[in-house]
């Protein structure tokens, strides 16, 4: 069954670290482009960090200097490294597939941009 998996959310102290993990099943994330999303209740999703297939990343400016997007392709999964966390990051993260066809800031950025898979999301919660 090809799906992408999310996992590694869960509740952090303000200032605390969490490391989100994207797995893929069924094809190979190698040739993929991808991306991590967030939405907050009552806001729309947004987007916060995004790597190609060669390792080139862009981070929103919200995640800028905290967060650091990574790829394994032995392990066929992508990492979002979070530090310093705030309430403001309390959101479900998402992340998303795509061919590589687009700048690594157009996939992230453009909302029109599709992606071939999504996961189901995991939960962060930052929270004292």
């Known amino acids: 069954q090809v799906q992408l998996v999310e996992s590694g959310g869960g509740l952090a102290q303000p200032g605390g670290s969490l490391r989100l993990s994207c797995a893929a099943y069924?094809?190979?994330?190698?040739?993929?482009?991808v991306g991590w999303f967030r939405q907050a209740p009552g806001k729309e999703r947004e987007e916060v960090s995004c790597i190609n297939s060669e390792g080139s990343t862009y981070d929103a400016e919200s995640a800028k200097g905290r967060f650091t997007i990574s790829r394994d392709n032995a392990k066929n999964t992508v990492y979002l490294q979070m530090n310093s966390l705030n309430a403001e990051d309390t959101a479900v993260y998402y992340c998303g597939a795509m061919a590589d066809i687009w700048t690594v800031q157009k996939m992230c950025e453009d909302r029109a941009v599709v992606y071939d898979y999504w996961g189901q999301g995991t939960q962060v919660t930052v929270s004292s």
């Open positions: 069924g094809f190979s994330l190698e040739y993929y482009a």
